[in-house]
Antibody, heavy 119, light 112 residues
Framework: EVQLVESGGGLVKPGGSLRLSCAAS????????MNWVRQAPGKGLEWVSS????????YYADSVKGRFTISRDNAKNSLYLQMNSLRAEDTAVYYC????????????WGQGTLVTVSS | QSALTQPRSVSGSPGQSVTISCTGT?????????VSWYQQHPGKAPKLMIY???KRPSGVPDRFSGSKSGNTASLTISGLQAEDEADYYC????????????FGTGTKVTVL
């Protein structure tokens, strides 16, 4: 069974940093591209970042480019999101999501971790 | 890239059909056959219901169907059931380095 479990969320002050993790199991993690998607309270979904299976290709939304860094450790079956210079508008539930092999669909999602940026 | 446009809400009685539209542009919905639909219950993670415009993942009831015409995709729920009450989001691959995926604004489905 595919499982994605996020962790690392919490309360942080504006300008602060936080590192999110996503532990993957139930599939060959090193074969899949992975993504971060976020959802502000009461709002819709927003794609944040994507990383290819071997970390060769990395993409960011304009809203986080230069502040967030996506990475992965295939030996540890883990995905990460380093978030720096956090702003109030970064407050959201952050989901990690797997991109299906050979397709572009985000087929499995974790349960999410809440990041709150507030003084 | 702007969010895809969905109606804020739709409603129907049990057994009826409802259709949710998702309007984008030729750079997203109209440019790729990679439209997916997600169901989200309050406090839960999104669940994939339709992918590649009209394909259903294993385990998703065939009451859910998808289609696309031009820059607009649609999700139809036939034989509406109480458990279908949720938020629904469309999503399209957009292929841009800074906008790889674009999501819809979301639609609240209410079962009367």
């Amino acid at each position: 069974e595919v499982q994605l479990v996020e962790s690392g969320g919490g309360l942080v002050k504006p300008g602060g940093s936080l590192r999110l993790s996503c532990a993957a199991s139930g599939f060959t993690f090193s074969s899949y591209s992975m993504n971060w998607v976020r959802q502000a309270p009461g709002k819709g979904l927003e794609w944040v970042s994507s990383i290819s299976s071997s970390s060769s290709y990395i993409y960011y939304a304009d809203s986080v480019k230069g502040r967030f860094t996506i990475s992965r450790d295939n030996a540890k079956n883990s995905l990460y999101l380093q978030m720096n210079s956090l702003r109030a508008e970064d407050t959201a539930v952050y989901y990690c999501a797997r991109r299906d092999y050979g397709d572009y669909v985000l087929d499995y999602w974790g349960q999410g971790t809440l990041v709150t940026v507030s003084s | 890239q702007s969010a895809l446009t969905q109606p804020r809400s739709v409603s129907g009685s049990p057994g009826q059909s409802v259709t949710i539209s998702c309007t984008g542009t030729s750079s997203d919905v109209g440019g790729y056959n990679y439209v997916s639909w997600y169901q989200q219950h309050p406090g839960k993670a999104p669940k994939l219901m339709i992918y590649d415009v009209s394909k259903r993942p294993s385990g998703v009831p065939d009451r859910f169907s998808g289609s696309k015409s031009g820059n607009t995709a649609s999700l139809t729920i036939s034989g509406l059931q109480a458990e279908d009450e949720a938020d629904y989001y469309c999503c399209s691959y957009a292929g841009s380095y800074t906008s790889l995926y674009v999501f819809g604004t979301g639609t609240k489905v209410t079962v009367l």
